[in-house]
């Protein structure tokens, strides 16, 4: 592999860790919006599992944020940077509770989708550690979409 070509996959790996910094961080906001807003007969259920979905969103944009600066790369570190990075979007802050857990499943599956992408880079260029660690991180997602999904009776 040349030189040039290592440069531009690394550079590419960035942008889609960084993207995922973004995400991760405005589900954090916005799970975080649905645990404190969440209302009606699934209340308990919903304000739990929102509570463990944000908390383990934290652990998951720590971890890519010290990869990202382990590979000498540089994290979005502000919500100016998650908001024009991120590729999903903000609460609108009035979901019913089947709203938010339908687009918890639409952000998530966008997550992975995205994850899928910077895997294949990330072995593309040998990079086993990244791929690793969006696989895992893919997988968590596939299983809360399945969870959230089996939830609204999908």
Do not use: C
């Not at 720590?62 to 919500?79: F, G, H, N, Q």
């Not at 009035?94 to 997550?111: G, H, S």
């Amino acid at each position: 592999m040349d030189k040039t070509k290592t440069e531009a996959q690394t550079k590419t790996i960035e942008e889609i860790l960084n993207r995922q910094v973004a995400n991760l961080n405005v589900l954090y906001v916005k799970i975080h919006n649905f645990h404190w807003y969440v209302k009606g007969e699934n209340f308990y259920t919903l304000h739990v599992k929102f509570e463990e979905l944000y908390n383990e969103v934290t652990e998951k944009m720590d971890e890519v944020a010290e990869r990202m600066l382990t590979i000498k790369a540089s994290p979005a570190a502000t919500m100016k940077e998650y908001l024009e990075l991120s590729s999903i979007q903000e609460a609108a802050g009035n979901e019913d509770y089947r709203t938010m857990v339908q687009t918890l499943i639409e952000d998530f599956a966008t997550v992975a989708e995205e994850m899928q992408e910077g895997l294949e880079l990330a072995e593309e260029a040998h990079d086993q550690a990244t791929s690793d660690m969006l696989i895992s991180m893919k997988q968590d997602l596939e299983k809360h979409m399945w969870m959230l999904r089996s939830f609204l009776g999908h």
